[in-house]
């Protein structure tokens, strides 16, 4: 069964917009829309997304440098 939401207060965002926000190409939007990890609407043969979804995932994904007491990406050396 599928679970009613309330859509009246959504944005909705193609996916070439989620992939100009992203910035990755819009096969990776598609992927992720695919695997589930990204939540969809379809509209014929289209998708939309919610905006608040895109800021989510952004907001789970973000990588806290575990070593602050060098710079990051360098490659320590002894």
């Known amino acids: ?3 009613e939401q309330n859509f009246s207060n959504v944005n909705f ?3 070439q917009e989620v992939a100009e926000l992203m910035r990755v190409s ?3 939007v598609y992927r992720m829309v695919h695997a589930g990890e990204l939540p969809a ?7 939309r997304v919610p905006q608040n979804a895109v ?10 440098d575990k070593d602050q ?3 990051s990406g360098s ?4």
């Open 69 to 71: 007491g060098g710079a």
């Open 55 to 64: 800021e989510t995932i952004l907001k789970s994904s973000v990588v806290e």
């Open 75 to 78: 490659a320590h050396t002894g």
């Open 1 to 3: 069964m599928v679970q």
């Open 41 to 47: 609407v379809r509209f014929g043969r289209s998708y």
């Open 13 to 15: 965002l193609t996916v």
């Open 26 to 28: 819009k096969m990776t």
